[in-house]
């Protein structure tokens, strides 16, 4: 029996759907929102955010101010989540409100940045105002496949005699700098920061954990020589949060991967340096209960830096061949490279540079020791009139340095040993450079070849620095068609050679 009041399923359908359309579910706050258990030292545990995926960006809100601070989701537990708070965390109380946000961690990114001072999310610290970003990019991507990369082919001149002859550097390999505390580590990155005027390379410098005050000394120095203007600084100081020292690299990186895929351009990221990342990483694994393995560093702490230098890198044509250089930056507690950071970041790079304290101390600076020093891929992208030189520069050196420590027995030694120990100690002489002072290569080869020529063996030891100042003047001011055209030709052919014994000759004439 059918009754008035019982709806008809059509009926229903319509009141339902009318009910649905009115729905705002726009204005409904659907997002899932947690709250803090614990803040402690640049970590907090927070409770509610199921969903929260590896990697991804928090939002905190400062219930006592309203303002938001972000931070990093880490570790992902049952019944709660471990984050990084990127910003001061001393606001943060326990029980204020956190949310996803579904997005990775990112910087901004563009031309913008050039010249600029930043800290790890792209804030200016400079005092230069805002900065106006293109885009905005993941601080962790992928590193490009074996099919989009082409192998190391252009150099990547440091203006330093002693690396671009022995030790040279390809644009796209990744070439560790290590050594112990003041031995002319940062030096080294920073000359071939200044060395990169008018070569079309992006640099980006990322200081992490450094004092400040010695932050504001690189960057007053790249403002006096101008390097500033195609630089970009990333600072995250011995005072920042460790979290922020721990992205400061891939933040960096980011930057750089920007001008390398969208630009296609050239770009040298210098991580001074990796230690202290690698220390930081343990501070906030630590706070955040992550097991500690050797030396107390977590299990993926070799991951912490191999997923960083994987993205160096020199593209294909077909991925408009830009690159990324990656010059990482180690610091040793007395000479040891066979600790654990240093043994992994050694693996992980094509070749290294070491710089030796002994060598420092005794005023040979650069204090670069040549004989472990290695570069596995730059040869192949050495200019060849540096090969030529080159080669003979490296063998005498060697020999040089093996017969030193015969000779301090203070026998007597035979002419032909004498010869030899007299050039290597001009070798040496020659190699010393001072800071600041990069050198075009067509000049490093012509001095190279004037001193494994024997064109020094008559000048004293203690002149040959002299006798180098003076030379190069002398071929600029009279011969600069040579030095020209070891430029342009790149490679030292008969004609070429005789020219620049001609112009040696000249100057030996004259002293
Ligand atoms: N080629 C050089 N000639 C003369 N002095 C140099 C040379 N290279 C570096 N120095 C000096 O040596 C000192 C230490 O250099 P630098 O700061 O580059 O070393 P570092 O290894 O980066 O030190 P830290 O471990 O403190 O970072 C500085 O005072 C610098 O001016
Ligand atoms: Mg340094």
Same mark, same amino acid.
């Given at each position: 029996?059918?009754?008035?009041?019982?709806?008809?399923?059509?009926?229903?359908?319509?009141?339902?759907?009318?009910?649905?359309?009115?729905?705002?579910?726009? #204005?409904?706050?659907?997002?899932?929102?947690?709250?803090?258990?614990?803040?402690?030292?640049?970590?907090?545990? %927070?409770?509610?955010?199921?969903?929260?995926?590896?990697?991804?960006?928090?939002?905190?809100?400062?219930?006592?101010?309203?303002?938001?601070?972000?931070?990093?989701?880490?570790?992902?537990?049952?019944?709660?989540?471990?984050?990084?708070?990127?910003?001061?965390?001393?606001?943060?109380?326990?029980?204020?409100?956190?949310?996803?946000?579904?997005?990775?961690?990112?910087?901004?990114?563009?031309?913008?940045? =050039?010249?600029?001072?930043?800290?790890?999310?792209?804030?200016?610290?400079?005092?230069?105002?805002?900065?106006?970003?293109? /885009?905005?990019?993941?601080?962790?991507?992928?590193?490009?496949?074996?099919?989009?990369?082409?192998?190391?082919?252009?150099?990547?001149?440091?203006?330093?005699?002693?690396?671009?002859?022995?030790?040279?550097?390809?644009?796209?390999?990744?070439?560790?700098?290590?050594?112990?505390?003041?031995?002319?580590?940062?030096?080294?990155?920073?000359?071939?920061?200044?060395?990169?005027?008018?070569?079309?390379?992006?640099?980006?410098? =990322?200081?992490?954990?450094?004092?400040?005050?010695? %932050? #504001?000394?690189?960057?007053?120095?790249?403002?006096?020589?101008?390097?500033?203007?195609?630089?970009?600084?990333?600072?995250?100081?011995?005072?920042?949060?460790?979290?922020?020292?721990?992205? /400061?690299?891939?933040?960096?990186?980011?930057?750089?991967?920007?001008?390398?895929?969208?630009?296609?351009?050239?770009?040298?990221?210098?991580?001074?340096?990796?230690?202290?990342?690698?220390?930081?990483?343990?501070?906030?694994?630590?706070?955040?209960?992550?097991?500690?393995?050797?030396?107390?560093?977590?299990?993926?702490?070799?991951?912490?830096?191999?997923?960083?230098?994987?993205?160096? #890198?020199?593209?294909?044509?077909?991925?408009?061949?830009?690159?990324?250089?990656?010059?990482?930056?180690?610091?040793?507690? /007395?000479?040891?490279?066979?600790?654990?950071?240093?043994?992994?970041?050694?693996?992980?790079?094509?070749?290294?540079?070491?710089?030796?304290?002994?060598?420092?101390?005794?005023?040979?600076?650069?204090? =670069?020791?040549?004989?472990?020093?290695?570069?596995?891929?730059?040869?192949?992208?050495?200019?060849?009139?540096?090969?030529?030189?080159?080669?003979?520069?490296?063998?005498?050196?060697?020999?040089?340095?093996?017969?030193?420590?015969?000779?301090?027995?203070?026998?007597?030694?035979?002419?032909?040993?004498?010869?030899?120990?007299?050039?290597?100690?001009?070798? %040496?002489?020659?190699?010393?450079?001072?800071?600041?002072?990069?050198?075009?290569?067509?000049?490093?080869?012509?001095?190279?070849?004037?001193?494994?020529?024997?064109?020094?063996?008559?000048?004293?030891?203690?002149?040959?620095?002299?006798?180098?100042?003076?030379?190069?003047?002398?071929?600029? /001011?009279?011969?600069?068609?040579?030095?020209?055209?070891?430029?342009?030709?790149?490679?030292?052919?008969?004609?070429?050679?005789?020219?620049?014994?001609?112009? =040696?000759?000249?100057?030996?004439?004259?002293?």
């Amino acid at each position: 029996m059918a009754t008035d009041s019982v709806l008809r399923p059509g009926e229903l359908k319509e009141v339902l759907l009318k009910e649905i359309e009115a729905a705002d579910l726009q #204005a409904l706050d659907t997002q899932e929102v947690g709250s803090i258990l614990e803040v402690k030292d640049g970590t907090a545990r %927070v409770y509610g955010l199921a969903s929260a995926m590896a990697g991804e960006m928090l939002e905190f809100s400062v219930s006592e101010t309203g303002e938001t601070i972000s931070g990093l989701a880490l570790n992902l537990e049952e019944d709660n989540i471990g984050s990084v708070i990127l910003g001061d965390y001393l606001k943060l109380r326990e029980g204020d409100e956190v949310r996803c946000t579904g997005r990775v961690l990112e910087v901004p990114v563009g031309k913008g940045l =050039i010249g600029r001072v930043v800290d790890p999310l792209g804030n200016p610290v400079d005092g230069l105002g805002p900065i106006k970003a293109e /885009a905005h990019r993941k601080i962790e991507s992928q590193a490009p496949g074996i099919i989009a990369r082409q192998p190391v082919k252009e150099p990547l001149q440091t203006g330093i005699k002693a690396i671009d002859s022995m030790i040279p550097i390809g644009r796209g390999q990744r070439e560790l700098i290590i050594g112990d505390r003041g031995t002319g580590k940062t030096a080294i990155a920073l000359d071939t920061i200044i060395n990169q005027r008018g070569q079309d390379v992006i640099c980006v410098y =990322i200081a992490i954990g450094q004092r400040n005050s010695t %932050v #504001a000394g690189v960057v007053e120095h790249l403002r006096e020589t101008g390097a500033i203007e195609y630089s970009i600084v990333v600072v995250a100081g011995a005072a920042d949060p460790a979290p922020m020292q721990f992205i /400061a690299p891939y933040a960096g990186c980011a930057i750089a991967e920007y001008f390398m895929y969208e630009h296609n351009r050239h770009t040298l990221c210098i991580y001074d340096d990796l230690s202290k990342h690698a220390q930081a990483y343990r501070q906030l694994s630590l706070v955040l209960r992550r097991p500690p393995g050797r030396e107390a560093y977590p299990g993926d702490v070799f991951y912490l830096h191999s997923r960083l230098l994987e993205r160096a #890198a020199k593209l294909s044509d077909a991925h408009g061949g830009g690159s990324l250089t990656a010059l990482p930056v180690i610091e040793t507690q /007395a000479g040891d490279v066979s600790a654990y950071i240093p043994t992994n970041v050694i693996s992980i790079t094509d070749g290294q540079i070491y710089l030796e304290g002994d060598l420092f101390y005794a005023n040979v600076r650069p204090a =670069i020791n040549a004989g472990i020093s290695v570069s596995r891929v730059g040869g192949n992208a050495q200019i060849k009139a540096m090969k030529q030189v080159a080669g003979r520069l490296r063998l005498e050196y060697a020999q040089y340095r093996e017969l030193e420590a015969f000779a301090q027995f203070g026998s007597e030694l035979d002419q032909a040993t004498q010869r030899q120990l007299a050039r290597g100690q001009r070798i %040496v002489e020659v190699l010393k450079q001072p800071q600041y002072t990069p050198m075009p290569v067509e000049k490093q080869i012509a001095i190279i070849y004037a001193v494994t020529n024997g064109y020094l063996d008559d000048v004293a030891a203690r002149d040959v620095r002299t006798w180098e100042t003076e030379f190069h003047e002398f071929m600029d /001011a009279k011969h600069a068609e040579v030095l020209k055209k070891i430029r342009t030709k790149r490679t030292l052919d008969d004609a070429l050679i005789a020219e620049l014994k001609r112009a =040696i000759d000249g100057f030996t004439a004259l002293q």
